[in-house]
């Protein structure tokens, strides 16, 4: 019976040492939040519309496109653009613009120590 008990103990202690405490990148002014996740997509989606320049071409009309984008908040809470794709290059240069504005802020964790964080998000403007 001890054996049985010290084995399930094992166990038990080797599920929870395998669940890894990670936290999400803090956007700045959400501190407070009691959902970081669902702050940051807002703030997000704020600084797009505020940041985000629509292109024009030698028309002088406004290009619209669709882009995915992929980023990475690092180590330090600083925005690292890893690609942006989409069919229309004035599109792209844009969305790169307004990623390049993107705030420091504060990283994500895991096992409490600084850790990168990457996020793929496709925009249509």
Not at 51 to 56: F, Q, S, V
Not at 65 to 90: A, L, Q, R, W
Request: hydrophobic share 35%; glycine share 8%; aromatic share 8%.
């Amino acid at each position: 019976m001890k054996k049985l008990l010290v084995i399930a103990c094992m166990l038990l202690g080797g599920i929870g040492a395998a669940q890894a405490q990670q936290t999400s990148p803090v956007w700045p002014g959400c501190e407070g939040s009691e959902n970081v996740k669902t702050c940051f997509n807002k703030q997000l989606s704020q600084h797009v519309r505020e940041n985000y320049e629509y292109p024009k071409n030698d028309a002088g009309e406004y290009v619209r496109g669709k882009v995915t984008v992929s980023f990475t908040v690092d180590e330090e809470g600083k925005v690292v653009i890893n690609s942006v794709e989409g069919p229309k290059p004035e599109v792209n240069q844009a969305a790169r613009e307004m990623l390049e504005k993107i705030p420091d802020m504060e990283p994500g964790t895991l096992e409490g120590e600084p850790d990168d964080r990457k996020f793929t998000i496709p925009f249509n403007f």
